[in-house]
C-alpha cells in the first residue's frame, strides 16, 4: 500500500511540476471554449504547484533534525501539503477566470443622441486598380490526330 500511495504521490507531484512549469511559461492562456486565465492568476497558480517540491524538502529536512527516528509517516506531510497546493491553485485559477470574464453591457434606452445627424453615410473610397500583368494563354488542346495513348495500369500522369 505505501508503494502504491509513493507511485500516486510522484505521478501527482510530477503533474503539479509540469502544470506549474506550462503556467509560468503560457502567459495568457485561452481556451477553445472561449475562456481565459489571465498572466497574474495564471502565474499566481504556477507559484503555488511548483512551490510543493521545495516547501515539502524544507519541512522534510526540518522534521529529520527534530525527530531522527521518523515517528511520523511522511505520507502524513506530504499528502496534506499537496492538497493545499493543488487547492490554493485552483482557488486562483478560478478566481483569475472569473475576473476575466466579459461583463455583459446593457444597451442605454433608446434615445436621440446630439450627435446623431439622419445624413446618408458618406460613399465607400474607391481605391485605383493597378495595371496587373498578362495572364498566361491557355493552354492548347491535342489535335485530335496525334495517336492515342495506350493506358498502363501503372502510369499515373
Do not use: H
Not at 503560457?26 to 472561449?34: A, L
Not at 496534506?80 to 491553485?89: E, K, N, S, V
Not at 485559477?93 to 442605454?108: D, I, Q, V
Amino acid at each position: 500500500m505505501q508503494v502504491a500511495a509513493g507511485v500516486l504521490m510522484f505521478v501527482l507531484v510530477f503533474a503539479m511540476l509540469f502544470a506549474g512549469i506550462g503556467l509560468f511559461i503560457g502567459g495568457e492562456i485561452t481556451f477553445r471554449s472561449g475562456k481565459k486565465i489571465p498572466k497574474d492568476a495564471g502565474r499566481k497558480a504556477a507559484a503555488a504547484l511548483v512551490s510543493f517540491i521545495p516547501l515539502f524538502v524544507v519541512t522534510r529536512t526540518i522534521l529529520r533534525w527534530f525527530d531522527p527516528e521518523q515517528s511520523i509517516p511522511i505520507e502524513s506531510i506530504s499528502w496534506p501539503m499537496a492538497g493545499a497546493c493543488l487547492i490554493l491553485a485552483g482557488t486562483w485559477l478560478l478566481r483569475g477566470m472569473a475576473a476575466s470574464k466579459p461583463r455583459p453591457s446593457y444597451p442605454a434606452a433608446s434615445s436621440v443622441s446630439p450627435f446623431e445627424t439622419n445624413e446618408p453615410p458618406a460613399p465607400a473610397i474607391i481605391l485605383p486598380e493597378f495595371d496587373e500583368p498578362p495572364k498566361p494563354a491557355a493552354p492548347t488542346p491535342r489535335s485530335a490526330d496525334s495517336k492515342p495513348r495506350r493506358k498502363s495500369p501503372f502510369d499515373f500522369s
